[in-house]
């Protein structure tokens, strides 16, 4: 059974500092990674990743996959009151199922 | 362009119950997933429908299903509600399938916030 598994499962941090947010995972077949972020109640998608070590960049937030040692990174740098939410990580596997992790819920400080 | 909506927002149910949770698609997206989200499971994947097919199911009992019509809306239905169904559920749509030839951007629901008593 595919498995993710994210950490921290909580930070709270001040405005203007870096966060990295962990998320590791089991998958038979391995076809991608996704970062969501949910502010309330819908997901919004961030990220897809499929390769190695190609990083992937929008605005403030940047991510890359280790498909060797099967984690992931999400970097939230100068963080904003309005980064506050719970970052949702994902793979799909050969099945073609999402499967989520728990999430990290991250709070920024003014 | 609309948004995913989901309706109804709010329900309340007692056991031994059936629930029926609508979803109408952003227009021109055909599939249509299902999700349940509890504090302690996190979002767990229901099911996936495509040109009314379901094409993918999650490990759920089959007291859970769903379905989709011509125009891409979906529904899903929880027959003899446990307390344990107790759960936002959310519904997302994509233009392709989940996995193949997918840019992994899934456009989410407002959800469906289920409370079985």
């Known amino acids: 059974e595919d498995k993710v598994v994210q950490s921290p499962l909580s930070l709270v941090v001040h405005e203007g500092d870096t966060v990295t947010l962990n998320c590791s995972y089991e998958?038979?077949?391995?076809?991608?990674l996704l970062w969501y972020k949910q502010e309330k109640k819908a997901p919004t998608f961030l990220f897809m990743l499929?390769?190695?070590?190609i990083e992937k960049k929008s605005g403030r937030l940047s991510s890359i996959l280790d498909k060797k040692e099967l984690f992931s990174i999400l970097n939230i740098t100068a963080t904003q009151t309005g980064d506050s939410a719970v970052y949702l990580c994902?793979?799909?596997?050969?099945?073609?199922?999402?499967?989520f992790g728990t999430g990290t819920r991250l709070t920024i400080i003014p | 362009k609309a948004g995913v909506t989901q309706t109804p927002r709010y329900l309340i149910k007692t056991r031994g119950q059936q629930v029926t949770l609508s979803c109408s698609p952003i227009?021109?997206?055909?599939?249509v997933s299902w999700y349940q989200q509890t504090p302690g499971q996190g979002l767990q994947f229901l099911f996936e429908?495509?040109?009314?097919?379901?094409?993918n199911k999650g490990n759920f009992p089959g007291r859970f299903s769903g379905r989709q019509f011509s125009n891409s809306r979906s529904e899903m239905n929880v027959s003899t509600l446990e307390l344990g169904d107790s759960a936002l559920y959310l519904c997302?749509?994509?233009?392709?399938?989940?996995?193949?030839?997918?840019?992994?951007?899934?456009?989410f629901g407002e959800g469906s916030r289920l409370t079985v008593l």
């Open positions: 997302a749509s994509s233009l392709a399938l989940i996995g193949g030839g997918w840019t992994g951007e899934l456009f």
């Open positions: 998958v038979t077949n391995f076809r991608s």
């Open positions: 499929t390769s190695s070590g």
């Open positions: 994902a793979v799909i596997g050969g099945n073609e199922k999402l499967t």
């Open positions: 227009s021109g997206h055909r599939s």
């Open positions: 429908y495509f040109s009314e097919t379901q094409r």
